[in-house]
């Protein structure tokens, strides 16, 4: 692990240039990588944001969502294997929360693999908590999926919790 990403890391919407780099941090994260035809069909849809994380120009992480029914569901966040435990998570995470409240969403879900303590880690810190459990979910092992959930995020109190989460990483830079 490396030290806290600092002020040379942009988020900016997630391109088909990006793909290349995608397809190298998503084989290297999920044992069933979306194809290079899922991700294009995917940048094209209005109802998801897709967010890349970028220092000196190159891709360390990505994340995305679909936003339906005034909730966001987070369906995937990665960095870089070698740049996992830096904040790139967190930031990517900030930015698709501030782009669904943007959008007009008040909720936030998303299911994290049971055995993935450090992802759970990461969505409590953002208020998420465990609402059920989706058996099997995970191919092609089955394992089973935590389904997390924040309510309100749109309220006053959440946004004070994403100005106290920003500030942190600004202050570990």
Same mark, same amino acid.
């Given at each position: 692990?490396?030290?806290?990403? +600092?002020?040379?890391?942009?988020?900016?919407? =997630?391109?088909?240039?990006?793909?290349? +780099?995608?397809?190298?941090?998503?084989?290297? +994260?999920?044992?069933?990588?979306?194809?290079?035809? =899922?991700? /294009?069909?995917?940048?094209?849809? !209005? $109802?998801?944001?897709? %967010? &890349?994380? =970028?220092?000196?120009?190159? %891709?360390?992480?990505?994340?995305?969502?679909?936003? !339906?029914?005034? $909730?966001?569901?987070?369906?995937?966040?990665? &960095?870089?294997?070698?740049?996992?435990?830096?904040?790139? !998570? #967190?930031?990517?995470?900030?930015?698709?929360?501030?782009?669904?409240?943007?959008?007009?969403? #008040?909720? @936030?879900?998303?299911?994290? /693999?049971?055995?993935?303590?450090? @992802?759970?880690?990461?969505?409590?810190?953002?208020?998420? #908590?465990? @609402?059920?459990?989706?058996?099997?979910?995970?191919?092609? $092992?089955?394992? $089973?999926?935590?389904?997390?959930?924040?309510?309100?995020?749109?309220?006053?109190?959440?946004?004070?919790? %994403?100005? #106290?989460?920003?500030?942190?990483?600004?202050?570990? !830079?």
């Amino acid at each position: 692990m490396g030290s806290p990403v +600092s002020g040379s890391l942009e988020i900016e919407p =997630l391109r088909t240039r990006h793909l290349r +780099s995608v397809a190298t941090i998503d084989a290297a +994260s999920y044992p069933q990588p979306w194809s290079r035809e =899922l991700w /294009r069909s995917e940048l094209r849809r !209005a $109802d998801r944001i897709y %967010l &890349a994380a =970028l220092e000196r120009h190159d %891709l360390v992480g990505y994340a995305g969502g679909l936003i !339906a029914l005034g $909730d966001v569901h987070i369906m995937t966040i990665a &960095a870089h294997p070698e740049r996992r435990g830096e904040g790139i !998570a #967190t930031r990517l995470l900030l930015a698709l929360l501030d782009e669904a409240i943007e959008a007009g969403c #008040t909720a @936030a879900t998303l299911e994290v /693999r049971e055995s993935n303590v450090v @992802a759970q880690s990461l969505y409590s810190r953002f208020g998420m #908590t465990a @609402a059920g459990v989706r058996p099997g979910y995970y191919e092609p $092992d089955g394992e $089973d999926a935590m389904v997390m959930w924040v309510h309100a995020i749109d309220g006053a109190e959440y946004r004070s919790l %994403l100005g #106290t989460i920003s500030q942190q990483l600004e202050d570990a !830079a």
